[in-house]
């Protein structure tokens, strides 16, 4: 998009006020970067990323105070507000993104990894960007840097009775059940991934592991591959340490679900829908 950007502040996209929170993937013109000019402020750091549906400038300023006219929105609420309307309205289909929420969130992964890249990991050199696409390249030891991207599991388990296993997080909000997830290790299949978490967080056994859909979870970096998985044996036993509580739910009596615009909801409405 021609004179259009994206601005990010740490964990927030900046919005002028005649923006609201739910058009957030929309670019606002670039003539707002000469207002931190006025403001005293670091350098932003500005770049294009190249993409199929059109190129967009980001525009990634340091945390600090804000020139009038501009607020700043958490890109994850935008999550919830931009593709709520898909997993609410297909929870049968794979899950689904606007090409306009995936081009802010990748440029979003990308503004903070930017962040975290400026020096060479080998040889601690200030690195360069890398000609033609998003990467970094060290200008004395040549070692050429891509955005990290760390794949975590989340499953849906259903037992025989055709019931699904919900569990409560201590990072949740209150009364809030979803989905077991975690990271991959190092030398780890996904499906491997998803028996050892499953095992490890509520002490059950699973068969029948297979992929269902995935989203890109760029908080700061993840890519949440979402599963579906049968019970095969053991007793639920919550670990104590990231869940609370863990049990299982008929449709007709679920607890308060995750946010929609997720892909454990995408994963949840596809059960309640018979669609798994
Ligand atoms: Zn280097």
């Known amino acids: 998009m021609n004179n259009g950007a994206f601005f990010f502040q740490g964990n927030n996209l900046l919005l002028p006020a005649d923006i609201p929170d739910t058009q957030m993937d929309r670019a606002i013109p670039l003539d707002f970067v000469k207002e931190f000019d006025k403001i005293e402020c670091e350098k932003p750091d500005i770049f294009e990323i190249p993409a199929v ?34 997993a609410e309205g297909a929870p049968s289909i794979a899950y689904t993104q606007n090409p306009s929420t995936g081009r802010l969130l990748r440029a979003f992964h990308i503004a903070q990894w930017r962040r975290e890249s400026r020096f060479c990991g080998s040889c601690g050199a200030q690195n360069t960007d890398a000609p033609g696409e998003p990467a970094r390249l060290c200008p004395v030891c040549g070692r050429q840097e891509f955005p990290r991207i ?9 037992n025989d ?10 990072k949740f909000i209150p009364c809030v059940y979803s ?11 996904l499906e491997a991934t998803v028996v050892r978490e499953i095992r490890e967080e509520v002490n059950i ?14 908080f700061p970096n993840s890519l949440m591959l979402g599963f579906a998985a049968r019970y095969a ?6 670990d104590g340490v990231e869940i609370e509580d863990a049990r299982w739910f008929s449709r007709d009596a679920l607890p308060k679900l995750p946010g929609t615009g997720s892909v454990s909801r995408c994963l949840i409405g596809r059960w309640i829908a018979g669609s798994l």
């Open 53 to 86: 549906e059109g190129g967009i400038t980001c525009v990634s300023l340091s945390p600090g105070p804000l020139p009038a006219g501009l607020r700043a929105v958490p890109v994850r609420q935008g999550l919830s507000l931009l593709d709520a309307g898909l």
């Open 150 to 158: 760390s794949p975590a599991v989340i499953t849906i388990i259903i």
């Open 161 to 170: 009775e055709d019931k699904a296993l919900l569990a409560h997080n201590k």
């Open 179 to 189: 989905l077991i997830a975690g990271f991959n290790e190092a030398g780890e299949s």
């Open 205 to 218: 056994n699973v068969r029948d592991v297979r992929y269902i859909a995935s989203q890109p979870w760029p």
């Open 233 to 238: 044996s053991g007793t639920i036993r919550a």
